[in-house]
């Protein structure tokens, strides 16, 4: 052992018998030799090679532990599972200009209140079959009765009075007439501000959804969550239609999409009013802005279906009011969805409706004898099957829309 080297490793702090083992392996491999039942032997200082001879130890040139602990012992590789990957969430379509879509889609389809209405009020000699041949088409169109004889009357007043002839002033006057009917007026802005109860706590805007199966009204409510959450409001959904298989499932479904939570039973056929208080409820304590709640398709001429519409409002509102009750219509039901719209205003006191469906397909004028049936303005439209087809109503882009057919 070499002296020189034991001591400069003591004095580095190494421990006595660290020192001494280092050592001893550096002498080791510098003599080229192990130490063997029979002595010292094995190969040449020279010889790097891979074995030794039958019956010789060979250094092990791995480090060694200190005497008296246990060797390390490398611990076996551990798989780490993957981090689970949120779903990137979807950023919905801005609402601004949604309706210029329907221009689109009325144009390509021919709108009977546009094309044909031009074309009979632009003949030079205008006699009673035509006249009642543009009524005729308005009452197709299923903008009813009364309006319908409002807008021929006015038109026949401005044709004898004016003397219409150019192409560009019969469209103007049938324009203005027709945004008449529509009444540009009526506040169609959808109340979606949270306010403060007496004791200083936050109140969501609660809005119910309400209307017969088959209109798209659990779609309406996932596609008015986009809308909001484009407007960069906070929202929560309750899933109030516990008695149709999967509607909870296809609105978590929505929700989930724009990073909506939906509050939901655990069971089909739970009590739908406890559902909605539960989520306003929820909604109080997370401060949002927004609490939309779906409800079972009610049949209007179910009268125990409607009284449980009824309870839902009365159970909800001990927990914050009612900012808005839309009433979700089919816009091709034509007269069929005058009759649902009157039963629900009276039951659900309907502050807005959204007509769904209104596409190139759709008789518009639905939205004039809706209006006039209930009182409540239009406030949202469906104008397809996308997401992001549901659009905020704007009287001028819907009859420009029609007449651009």
């Known amino acids: 052992m070499n002296p020189d080297t034991l001591t400069w490793l003591l004095a580095a702090g190494v421990p006595i018998a660290l020192a001494v083992t280092v050592v001893t392996a550096v002498v080791r491999r510098r003599s080229g030799t192990g130490i063997g039942p029979e002595g010292p032997t094995g190969p040449s200082a020279q010889d790097d090679g891979p074995g030794p001879a039958t019956g010789t130890a060979v250094l092990d040139r791995s480090v060694e532990a200190p005497v008296g602990e246990a060797p390390p012992v490398e611990a076996p590789p551990v798989e780490v599972p993957e981090a689970a990957v949120e779903p990137e969430l979807e950023v919905p379509a801005p609402v601004a200009g949604r309706l210029a879509r329907l221009r689109g889609r009325l144009a390509r389809s021919g709108s009977p209140l546009g094309a044909r209405l031009l074309a009979v009020l632009s003949r030079d000699h205008l006699t009673e079959d035509d006249w009642d041949e543009l009524e005729e088409t308005l009452l197709l169109a299923d903008v009813g009765a009364g309006p319908s004889a409002d807008l021929i009357e006015a038109l026949r007043t401005r044709v004898r009075v004016e003397g219409l002839r150019d192409p560009g002033q019969v469209r103007a006057v049938l ?22 109860a007496a004791d200083g706590s936050h109140v969501p805007a609660v809005v119910l959804v309400v209307g017969v199966n088959g209109t798209g009204k659990t779609t309406t409510v996932g596609k008015l969550a986009r809308v909001l959450v484009a407007e960069d409001r906070t929202v929560l959904l309750g899933a109030a239609d516990t008695f149709r298989a999967a509607a909870a499932d296809q609105l978590q479904t929505w929700g989930s999409r724009v990073g909506v939570h939906t509050v939901r039973s655990d069971r089909d056929g739970a009590d739908p009013a406890a559902v909605a208080f539960d989520a306003a409820k929820q909604g109080r304590a997370e401060g949002v802005d927004v609490v939309l709640v779906d409800t079972a398709g009610r049949l209007q001429n179910k009268a125990g279906l409607m009284d449980e519409l009824g309870k839902i409002t009365r159970v909800l509102t001990r927990e914050a009011p009612l900012a808005e009750v839309l009433l979700v219509l089919d816009a091709t039901t034509g007269q069929n969805g005058l009759n649902q719209a009157r039963v629900f205003g009276e039951v659900a006191g309907v502050t807005g409706i959204v007509l769904t469906k209104l596409d190139g397909t759709a008789k518009g004028g639905i939205v004039v004898a809706v209006q006039r049936e209930l009182g409540v303005p239009v406030k949202l439209v469906g104008l397809g099957e996308g997401p992001d087809d549901l659009a905020p109503f704007d009287p001028e882009e ?5 007449l651009q057919g």
């Open 175 to 196: 324009r203005e007439q027709l945004l008449a009917l529509v009444d540009p007026t009526l506040d169609r802005s959808l109340n979606t501000t949270p306010s403060t």
């Open 398 to 402: 819907f009859v420009d829309g029609i």
